[in-house]
């Protein structure tokens, strides 16, 4: 059997090393990568022939496969050509006549893969910014009408990214969660402000009117592409686990878990803060209430996440100015 004619037939360049880098063979592909003749090099020192150096180049994967004996691949940027490499070294259990292990050493051209993922990332990241516009550019609006409910809105995202990290929620979620929160009242714009900035107690009819804002905040984001459920989360921020809540009266696994934390921050800070038709009830009457309904009304893994954190001072909700 001819090894090397077997090696020609490969398009990705392929080397026979030994432990000290030693060229024992190499195929016709290396010729057309490096412009080396496989017949000249062999026998000689890979680093220097291949890529021009005295020394292994630093992460080297002969060394480290070598060293621990296993198979080692590693992406490598090939400055003599201006090419992106997987570098993959194979050991095999032939030896040399000396005793040392003779390795495989492939090389895969991936510089066309490196760029479109460096594409990727770059449209990513304008994405995010994009998508941080718009949520900025909500809660703003938002603002302009309703200063009360735009402060809510952040300390209601700080709380719940808190809690979210507490119960070891994935990052991707809680960068959902984050979003929601800083806009889960959004539906609030098509209310009224008088009715927002009463002083006084809210009637009943006007009650039904701010409850309201939860489907009015899913009909406005349902039609944008997020990577999170936003829409959902912003309908659902009021529903309770015993199907009390509102705008569906859903029950407990019928609710999403991002938005059964959205609810417990939002009923914390709430209670917690002035409204103009109430002053603040305080912060232990809102924990008060947690610990009276978890399970209940509220998620009893959340509720005992936020509780934690309270007690325990790892959060505290920022000053009103």
Same mark, same amino acid.
């Given at each position: 059997?001819?090894?090397?004619?077997?090696?020609?037939?490969?398009?990705?360049? %392929?080397?026979?090393?030994?432990?000290?880098?030693? %060229?024992?063979?190499?195929?016709?592909?290396?010729?057309?990568?490096?412009?080396?003749?496989?017949?000249?090099?062999?026998?000689? !020192?890979?680093?220097?022939?291949?890529?021009?150096?005295?020394?292994?180049?630093?992460?080297?994967?002969?060394?480290?496969?070598?060293?621990?004996?296993?198979?080692?691949?590693?992406?490598?940027?090939?400055?003599?050509?201006?090419?992106?490499?997987? @570098?993959?070294? !194979?050991?095999?259990?032939?030896?040399?006549?000396?005793?040392?292990?003779?390795?495989?050493?492939?090389?895969?051209?991936?510089?066309?893969?490196? &760029?479109?993922?460096?594409?990727?990332?770059?449209? !990513?990241?304008?994405?995010?910014?994009?998508?941080?516009?718009?949520?900025?550019?909500? @809660?703003?609006?938002?603002? @302009?009408?309703?200063? !009360?409910?735009?402060?809510?809105?952040?300390?209601?995202?700080?709380?719940?990214?808190?809690?979210?990290?507490?119960?070891? %929620?994935?990052?991707?979620?809680?960068?959902?969660?984050?979003?929601?929160?800083?806009?889960?009242?959004?539906?609030?714009?098509?209310?009224?402000?008088?009715?927002?900035?009463?002083?006084?107690?809210?009637?009943?009819?006007?009650?039904?009117?701010?409850?309201?804002?939860?489907?009015?905040?899913?009909?406005?984001?349902?039609? &944008?592409?997020?990577?999170?459920?936003?829409?959902?989360?912003?309908?659902?921020?009021?529903?309770?686990?015993?199907?009390?809540?509102?705008?569906?009266?859903?029950?407990?696994?019928?609710?999403?878990?991002?938005?059964?934390?959205?609810?417990?921050?939002?009923?914390?800070?709430?209670?917690?803060?002035?409204?103009?038709?109430?002053?603040?009830?305080?912060?232990?009457?809102?924990?008060?209430?947690?610990?009276?309904?978890?399970?209940?009304?509220?998620?009893?893994?959340?509720?005992?996440?936020?509780?934690?954190?309270?007690?325990?001072?790892?959060?505290?909700?920022?000053?009103?100015?």
């Amino acid at each position: 059997m001819d090894i090397q004619k077997i090696f020609d037939a490969f398009p990705n360049y %392929i080397l026979l090393l030994d432990d000290n880098h030693r %060229i024992l063979m190499a195929n016709t592909a290396i010729k057309d990568a490096l412009g080396v003749d496989p017949a000249e090099i062999k026998g000689g !020192y890979c680093p220097k022939l291949v890529h021009g150096t005295e020394e292994p180049f630093p992460g080297c994967p002969l060394e480290e496969a070598v060293e621990k004996g296993v198979a080692v691949e590693r992406e490598i940027y090939e400055p003599t050509f201006g090419r992106w490499l997987l @570098s993959a070294v !194979y050991p095999t259990t032939m030896k040399t006549e000396t005793g040392q292990t003779i390795h495989v050493h492939v090389v895969y051209d991936i510089t066309d893969r490196k &760029i479109a993922e460096e594409k990727l990332i770059e449209n !990513y990241s304008k994405l995010e910014k994009m998508t941080e516009g718009v949520i900025q550019a909500l @809660s703003l609006t938002l603002e @302009s009408r309703d200063p !009360y409910t735009a402060k809510h809105q952040m300390e209601v995202s700080r709380l719940a990214v808190a809690i979210a990290r507490k119960m070891n %929620i994935d990052e991707d979620r809680l960068e959902g969660i984050r979003i929601a929160g800083l806009i889960h009242d959004i539906g609030k714009i098509t209310v009224p402000s008088e009715i927002l900035n009463k002083p006084g107690k809210i009637s009943m009819p006007e009650f039904e009117i701010i409850k309201t804002h939860c489907e009015t905040g899913y009909n406005i984001l349902k039609d &944008i592409e997020f990577p999170w459920p936003i829409a959902t989360i912003i309908r659902q921020h009021h529903e309770r686990i015993d199907g009390s809540g509102y705008p569906r009266g859903l029950k407990d696994n019928e609710i999403i878990l991002e938005a059964k934390v959205i609810a417990v921050a939002d009923v914390v800070e709430a209670m917690s803060s002035h409204r103009p038709y109430r002053q603040a009830l305080g912060l232990k009457a809102a924990l008060d209430e947690l610990e009276d309904k978890k399970g209940i009304l509220y998620a009893q893994d959340v509720a005992d996440a936020c509780l934690h954190l309270f007690n325990s001072n790892k959060f505290t909700f920022e000053a009103i100015p």
